[in-house]
């Protein structure tokens, strides 16, 4: 699906290339979080876009993001560093260190996913340790509300250096698998694990890769009950990958760049499906909108600088880090005409009025908005 509206809602220069997430962190709202060097930074919304809630410098490169970890109602921000995995909350408006994991000299934790990979009702950590050409494994064990501790369960050894790590959810009763891209020093591949009782079972796996893998993620790209895989690769191409008895490469994109280092995959505001987004070191935006059948992309925006990482927030938000500093919030949506930011006073009633339409077709077009609850600074898509 084309796009309709395209619109910048937001940029800060940070000090470095930029690594981003969301999640919520402080309380209701969706917070912003980014990495930029030894930094690591928490924004929250607010009439003016986002403002700096805290920073914290870690005192050692950031080398991977991610948002999750749930407590009682907050997410946590886990970092992956030279030789540790680290767990930073928010408390009374500081970041704090909460965990961090065995130092593993060496290590460079350059990839960090999160996802309950044994249906234990917790989120694991998957940790790609590219010095020690293995993932790590870390479960929580905290007991007392609001604790965090993470303990190694496992560690895999790897055919090479990974490089990358994402976790496929699929249907029914299944456990999801965690892939990893690894290189070797003349190939790529991919492999895939599965949580059992005994340890990790290999699963479905490819070997001799076309390119590098230079990004990979997961998403319900081919609108099926599992989700599929989709990397970018070193030579400026996107393939989307089925999951199922063996790993298949089912369509392989038009080259959108010298390389594609940043991929990501979500909902949109106003979409009901998923986008797969790429970016490119040209500093392009190119959208694949599920089901992803066509090599070309439905979309091609330019953000005008080099793309280093994307996250698509549950609000429908792309954040986007670059390679020279900044830090931008994008609002890119098929269905919306035109974007009103939340103000004091403001009603989904009166917002409606003032663009002539209705409250039902603001939140059909919104996703996660409750009708009897909008935040000032919340940018909702008009249809």
Same mark, same amino acid.
Do not use: M
């Given at each position: 699906m084309? #796009?309709?509206?395209? =619109?910048? #809602?937001w940029s800060r220069e940070l000090d470095g290339p930029v690594l981003v997430n969301w999640g919520v962190i402080t309380g209701e709202r969706t917070n912003l979080v980014a990495t930029s060097g030894t930094n690591l930074f928490l924004f929250s919304p607010s009439e003016d876009g986002y403002s700096l809630s805290a920073a914290l410098d870690i005192g050692t490169e950031v080398l991977s993001l991610a948002v999750g970890l749930p407590g009682p109602?907050? &997410?946590?921000?886990?970092?992956? /560093?030279?030789?540790?995995?680290?767990?930073?909350?928010? =408390?009374?408006?500081?970041?704090? /260190? #909460? *965990?961090?994991?065995?130092?593993?000299?060496?290590? @460079?934790?350059?990839?960090v996913a999160l996802a309950d990979i044994d249906n234990d009702g917790r989120e694991e950590v998957i940790a790609a340790a590219e010095g020690r050409n293995a993932?790590?494994?870390?479960?929580?064990?905290?007991?007392?509300?609001?604790?965090? @501790?993470?303990?190694?369960?496992?560690?895999?050894?790897?055919p090479g250096a990974p490089q990358k790590v994402a976790v496929v959810m699929r249907?029914? &009763?299944? /456990?999801?698998?965690?892939?990893? *891209?690894?290189?070797? &020093?003349g190939s790529s591949g991919i492999i895939t694990l599965i949580f059992t009782e005994r340890g990790f079972a290999e699963g479905p796996a490819q070997e001799n890769? !076309? *390119? @590098?893998?230079? !990004?990979?993620? *997961?998403g319900n790209l081919r609108e099926r009950l599992d989700e599929q895989l989709a990397w970018g690769g070193q030579d400026g191409f996107v393939r989307v990958v089925e999951v199922n008895q063996e790993l298949n490469t089912v369509l392989t994109t038009d080259n959108l760049g010298s390389s594609v280092p940043a991929l990501t995959a979500g909902r949109l505001v106003g979409d009901g499906f998923e986008t797969l987004?790429?970016?490119?070191?040209?500093?392009?935006?190119?959208?694949?909108?599920?089901?992803?059948?066509?090599?070309s992309p439905d979309w091609a925006l330019q953000?005008? =600088?080099?793309?280093?990482?994307?996250?698509?927030?549950?609000?429908?938000? #792309?954040?986007?880090?670059?390679?020279?500093? +900044?830090?931008?919030? +994008?609002?890119? !949506?098929? =269905?919306?005409k035109s974007v009103h930011a939340v103000v004091p006073g403001d009603t989904l009633t009166s917002i409606a009025r003032n663009y002539n339409t209705t409250m039902e077709a603001i939140i059909e077009l919104n996703s996660g908005l409750n009708p009897d609850l909008i935040f000032v600074g919340r940018y909702l898509a008009i249809p």
């Open positions: 084309p #796009l309709s509206l395209t =619109r910048l #809602l109602a907050l &997410d946590h921000i886990v970092v992956g /560093l030279e030789d540790r995995v680290a767990v930073y909350g928010s =408390r009374e408006g500081t970041l704090l /260190l #909460l *965990a961090e994991t065995a130092p593993e000299s060496g290590a @460079r934790y350059v990839d993932l790590y494994f870390y479960r929580q064990t905290g007991q007392a509300p609001g604790e965090v @501790r993470l303990d190694l369960l496992a560690i895999r050894a790897l249907s029914g &009763d299944l /456990l999801p698998l965690t892939a990893a *891209a690894y290189s070797t &020093d890769l !076309s *390119a @590098r893998v230079a !990004s990979l993620t *997961a987004v790429a970016g490119t070191p040209e500093g392009y935006l190119f959208g694949f909108s599920a089901p992803v059948q066509s090599t953000a005008g =600088r080099s793309v280093n990482d994307l996250e698509v927030s549950s609000e429908g938000l #792309l954040g986007l880090g670059t390679r020279d500093g +900044w830090l931008q919030v +994008w609002l890119l !949506s098929g =269905r919306g």
